[in-house]
C-alpha cells in the first residue's frame, strides 16, 4: 500500500511570513489535492493538480500559492501568515474515479 | 455550483441507538457520493461510496442509499457504537476532478 506523507507536522510562523507545507505520495497517483480544514466549516479546497506542472485553483487559493513539479510532490505556500491564523492542512491524492487517501495534515499557528 | 449539506455541528447519542447524518447535495453533474470518517488525530478515510441509484451501498455496519430524487446520501447505523465516535464528511465528485466536502458532522456516542 501507499502513504501520503506531509510536513511538518506543526508549523509556527510569524505574521506576514511565507510558509511552505510539503506533500509527499507514493501511490503514483495523478491527481492531488490541498485542502483547508477549519472547524465547522469543513474541508475547502485550496488547490488541486491533475498531474505533473498542473495547477487549478479552488475556492479558497487566495493567499496561497503551489507547485506540482513532480508527480510524486505537491507543495503550498502561504503567501502572508495572518496573525491568530490556525488551521490544519490536509493533503489528499486519487486515481480515476477511486477515493482520496490524506495525509495526517500540518497544523498551522500564526503568532 | 456544486455543494453539499450536512447535519450541522455536533450530534450525541446514547450507545445502542440508531445513527442517522443526513447528506444533501447539488450539482448539475452525474457524480459519485462519498461518505469519509475522520478519528482523532487520524487521517480522514473513506467510509462509503456511492454512484447507483436507489442502490444500498454498506461497510462496517454504516450503509447509505443514494437518491438522486431528492439528492440524498444519508449514513445511517442500526447501533452507534463509542468507537463511532469521529467526524464525518459526506462529499461529491462531479467528474471534473473537484472533490466538495461538506461542514462535516461530529458523533459523538456516549455509554
Known amino acids: 500500500g501507499g502513504i501520503i506523507t506531509q510536513t511538518p507536522k506543526f508549523l509556527i510562523g510569524q505574521e506576514g511570513q511565507k510558509l511552505t507545507l510539503k506533500c509527499q505520495q507514493n501511490?503514483?497517483?495523478?491527481?492531488m489535492y490541498w485542502y483547508r480544514q477549519d472547524s465547522g466549516k469543513g474541508l475547502r479546497l485550496i488547490y488541486y493538480?491533475?498531474?505533473?506542472?498542473?495547477?487549478q485553483k479552488g475556492d479558497l487559493s487566495e493567499g496561497y500559492d503551489a507547485s506540482r513539479e513532480k508527480k510524486s510532490s505537491f507543495s503550498l505556500t502561504v503567501t502572508s501568515a495572518q496573525k491568530n491564523e490556525m488551521a490544519v492542512f490536509l493533503c489528499a491524492s486519487k486515481q480515476g474515479n477511486e477515493r482520496l487517501f490524506f495525509g495526517h495534515g500540518t497544523k498551522l499557528s500564526v503568532l | 455550483g456544486d455543494s453539499v449539506t450536512q447535519t450541522e455541528g455536533l450530534v450525541t447519542l446514547t450507545e445502542g441507538l440508531p445513527v442517522m447524518l443526513n447528506c444533501t447535495y447539488q450539482t448539475a453533474y452525474s457524480t459519485f457520493l462519498f461518505w469519509y470518517v475522520q478519528h482523532l488525530n487520524e487521517a480522514p478515510k473513506l467510509l462509503l461510496k456511492s454512484s447507483t441509484d436507489n442502490k444500498r451501498t454498506e461497510h462496517q455496519g454504516f450503509h447509505a442509499t443514494l437518491h438522486k430524487s431528492s439528492s440524498s446520501f444519508h449514513l445511517q447505523k442500526s447501533s452507534a457504537q463509542l468507537s463511532d465516535s469521529a467526524l464525518y464528511y459526506c462529499?461529491?465528485?462531479?467528474?471534473?476532478?473537484?472533490?466538495?466536502f461538506g461542514a462535516g458532522t461530529r458523533l459523538k456516542v456516549i455509554a
Open positions: 501511490f503514483n497517483h495523478d491527481t
Open positions: 462529499a461529491l465528485s462531479p467528474g471534473n476532478y473537484k472533490y466538495v
Open positions: 493538480s491533475i498531474t505533473e506542472n498542473d495547477l
